[in-house]
């Protein structure tokens, strides 16, 4: 039945055979869990975002309820997070029993609106908050310096979201690096993969001790230090009910290779965006995605402009896939899920309307470092012909 020219995956990670010679490195060296490999990528992911503290994990979602556990997030508290966002962000400080109250995006972004937050702080209920956790999506950096001026002034902390923003370089450091804690993931669709996997960055002391015991059981040495360290010992305490969210040795080799690559990967994508920008700002059926300092490019989020479209998104996006396109949607803002919904009878896409906004406009297209040049001109091509089939 497929007449269609191609096929363009919406996301393919680019392993070579050094990450296959890295996993098999460890396998055959007889420690699978996390030591050697885990520091070592600590150590790199530290030097390369300039980070005091780099601490493995097994995902962002793992790392952030480490995070937001260390920093205080418990029953009785709550955090401020963006309804656009993957979920985990925000069911991160349900694991943990406290409230999460949303402020909507900006106007003209997908970041999450420094005003919104200021209201939310001023307001009776902000007292409860002890924790901002921008998300910058699609690699676009957040206002940072005007929401660290907010938490400095409320007395929070900032959990950087880094899910999407690796490698973000800015003027005030390394998207991760500028909040008290920075949580990336590594999971297999993301700028850098091991699979499933995630790294946390703080340059606070005292949330990086927490953050490490509670990573491994709640144990006061983990087990690398028991079994190598001069001082090597079956003794340990226990100091809270720890979690389980260690990298692996396995995955963190991987990981070492890719953050080797990462730069790599970063310009490969900005030639594809670059691209795809050049060719759509042709189209006025097309609004560019917006940028910023240090935007690593994770997504290219195309919004249409159905002011000129005789179809919805949902119709764009169904056609791009009988193409042969991959494409995805990020996100659909979280006051859509049921069970948010009945948590928090307010919490409706009436009162987030620039959120709302842009998820109805919103799809996502294929980005990925090994694309071919006819990749990326079938996937403007297939994106004229929708549009200008719908043009009114
Ligand atoms: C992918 C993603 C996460 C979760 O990452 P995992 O490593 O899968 O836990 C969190 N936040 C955002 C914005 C994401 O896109």
């Known amino acids: 039945m497929s007449e269609n020219k191609m096929t363009v995956p919406f996301f393919k990670a680019s392993i070579g055979k050094e990450e296959e010679d890295a996993a098999v490195r460890v396998l055959r060296s007889g420690w699978l869990t996390t030591g050697n490999e885990a520091h070592e990528f600590e150590k790199e992911f530290a030097a390369k975002t300039g980070a005091k503290h780099a601490l493995a994990v097994n995902s962002n979602t793992s790392g952030m309820i480490m995070a937001m556990e260390a920093c205080g997030v418990k029953a009785g508290k709550a955090v401020i997070t963006t309804p656009y966002t993957f979920v985990s962000t925000a069911a991160s400080a349900r694991h943990l029993d406290a409230d999460v109250y949303f402020a909507d995006i900006e106007k003209d972004n997908y970041s999450i609106d420094p005003e919104s937050i200021d209201k939310i702080l001023d307001s009776e209920k902000g007292k409860n908050v002890v924790a901002i956790v921008p998300v910058h999506i699609a690699g676009n950096v957040c206002n940072m310096k005007r929401i660290m001026k907010i938490a400095k002034k409320h007395g929070v902390y900032v959990i950087e979201d880094c899910a999407h923003s690796f490698p973000s370089p800015t003027d005030l450091g390394f998207a991760g690096t500028i909040g008290d804690v920075g949580v990336f993931s590594f999971y297999a669709t993301k700028t850098m993969t091991t699979g499933e996997g995630g790294m946390v960055t703080t340059n606070n002391d005292v949330l990086a001790k927490r953050m490490s015991q509670m990573r491994l059981h709640g144990m006061n040495r ?86 000129i479209l005789d179809c919805d998104r949902n119709v764009f996006a169904k056609e791009l896939q009988e193409r042969g396109l991959g494409i995805s949607m990020h996100f659909i803002p979280i006051f859509h899920f049921s069970y948010w919904k009945e948590l928090y009878p307010d919490f409706k896409a009436e009162n987030f309307p620039n959120a709302e906004e842009k998820y109805l406009e919103t799809i996502s297209l294929p980005l990925w470092p090994d694309m071919t040049e006819e990749m990326t001109d079938y996937v403007i091509e297939c994106v004229k012909a929708v549009g200008e089939k719908h043009h009114v």
């Open 222 to 307: 983990d087990a690398w230090d028991r079994y190598t360290s001069t001082k090597a010992s079956w003794e340990y305490d226990i100091i809270a009910p720890g979690f389980k969210s260690n990298l692996p040795d396995i995955l963190a080799a991987i990981g070492r290779v890719q953050l080797a690559k990462a730069d790599e990967f970063d310009e490969k994508r900005k030639v594809h965006v670059e691209k795809y920008n050049r060719e759509f700002s042709k189209l006025d059926f097309i609004k560019i995605p917006p940028t910023s300092k240090g935007d690593s490019r994770h997504l290219y989020l195309m919004r249409l402009n159905l002011e």
